[in-house]
């Protein structure tokens, strides 16, 4: 079983639109949750953390569920500059290397 | 914060070659690691650096392989020996300031290996 586990897509989606992703993870013993942004080409960017208790930052919103191991991603009124790949991370164990997702694409669409 | 400067930001090699790349912080930082992303892969975390002593490698990955340094807090190379095309990748340096609080990434070095 792989660490982290994603939907790689594509999500199509006009813009607007609202789209959720969805990731589960393996080590129960991880601490920290990130959802990290991938342009084509480019380094990963944080986009933002994720907290037990969930937490938003604008139009999006991170989910965790530590008892099912789920993390998610809501993106609201999605924009044509959202186009990108979203990696969900997930540290190991309590340090700081990290476990990446492949990563869910994501193109909204004028 | 932190700024991570790698080079070179990408390079064309020939098999059997090595190519070192090197990742400067502009910031002294807690830890520094090495993670690969193979073409339509998922990042994977090649090594630790650590300061002073030898890396701590991930299953998969071996020293003779991917020597890495890191002489002071600020600095550390990864050395990509004898390649192969199945070398070609990206390499992202990663580092953790002193607060860990923020895990930040270098621009990459593009690999590719013919």
């Known amino acids: 079983r792989k660490e982290v586990e994603q939907d790689p897509g594509p999500f199509n989606v006009p813009e607007g639109a609202t789209v959720a992703f969805n990731c589960t993870y393996s080590n129960s013993a991880s601490q920290s949750f990130f959802w990290y942004r991938q342009d084509c080409r480019k380094e990963p960017k944080l986009l933002m953390s994720?907290?037990?208790s969930g937490n938003e930052d604008g139009r999006f919103t991170a989910q965790l569920n530590r008892a099912s191991q789920y993390i998610s991603l809501l993106i609201r009124d999605s924009k044509l500059s959202d186009s990108a790949t979203y990696l969900c991370v997930v540290n190991r164990d309590s340090g700081y290397a990290l476990n990446f997702g492949k990563g869910t694409s994501l193109l909204v669409t004028p | 914060s932190a700024v991570i400067s790698q080079k070179p930001s990408r390079d064309i090699c020939q098999r059997g070659t090595s190519l070192t790349i090197q990742c400067q912080v502009d910031?002294?930082?807690?830890?520094m690691f090495w993670y690969r992303q193979q073409p339509g892969q998922s990042l994977t975390l090649i090594a630790t650096?650590?300061?002073?002593?030898?890396?701590?490698?991930e299953s998969g990955f071996v020293i003779d392989k991917f020597p890495i340094s890191r002489p002071n807090l600020t600095f550390s190379t990864l050395t990509v020996s004898n390649m192969s095309p199945e070398d070609s990748s990206i390499y992202l340096c990663s580092a953790v300031t002193g607060d860990g609080n923020t895990i930040y990434f270098g621009e990459g070095s593009w690999l590719t290996v013919v």
């Open positions: 650096a650590n300061q002073g002593s030898e890396a701590t490698y």
């Open positions: 910031s002294q930082v807690t830890m």
């Open positions: 994720v907290y037990s």
